[in-house]
């Protein structure tokens, strides 16, 4: 499971992501990218502490009718996200506050290394 200091809760921070219009796509899974941790540096000097990146998965019911179908892809999607924070593989993902993976329907009979393949690859190239 992902650290809850790691997850995108609110709504409102769901929309803020979603309005930087920051996004990338491979093989069914689409990334959206917040607005970048640099901003809040030059603003906050003196203060060390900056906030780990948060990140929300999001499968429409568009995708699948059925919850147990679009809740597998989630968990799919945050295993191989969780995996690649504990080694410490995820590029230039960090340089952000928020990330949001969405998935397609493409993604409904692939297996998990295909996912994890599909999330890292994105990770990189955002």
Same mark, same amino acid.
Request: net charge positive; hydrophobic share 35%.
């Given at each position: 499971?992902?650290?809850?200091?790691?997850?995108?809760?609110?709504?409102?921070?769901?929309?803020?992501?979603? #309005?930087?219009?920051?996004?990338? *796509?491979?093989?069914?899974?689409?990334? &959206?990218?917040?607005?970048?941790?640099?901003?809040?540096?030059?603003?906050?000097?003196? %203060?060390? &502490?900056?906030?780990?990146?948060?990140?929300? &998965?999001? !499968?429409?019911? +568009? !995708? *699948?009718? @059925?919850? !147990? #179908?679009? $809740? @597998?892809? +989630?968990?799919?999607?945050?295993?191989?996200?969780?995996?690649?924070? +504990?080694? $410490?593989?995820?590029? %230039?993902?960090? #340089?952000?506050?928020?990330? =949001?993976?969405?998935?397609?329907?493409?993604?409904?009979?692939? $297996?998990?290394?295909?996912?994890?393949?599909? =999330? +890292?690859?994105?990770?990189?190239?955002?």
């Amino acid at each position: 499971m992902l650290p809850k200091q790691y997850r995108l809760k609110r709504r409102s921070a769901f929309q803020a992501t979603y #309005k930087v219009k920051n996004s990338t *796509h491979s093989g069914g899974v689409t990334l &959206f990218a917040g607005k970048l941790k640099t901003a809040i540096k030059q603003e906050d000097e003196n %203060n060390t &502490f900056i906030p780990p990146t948060k990140v929300g &998965f999001v !499968v429409s019911k +568009k !995708v *699948h009718k @059925r919850a !147990v #179908k679009r $809740n @597998r892809l +989630k968990r799919l999607m945050r295993e191989s996200y969780r995996l690649l924070l +504990k080694e $410490n593989d995820l590029a %230039n993902s960090q #340089k952000y506050l928020s990330l =949001i993976f969405v998935a397609s329907e493409k993604l409904l009979d692939k $297996n998990f290394d295909y996912v994890k393949t599909n =999330i +890292k690859n994105l990770l990189e190239r955002i």
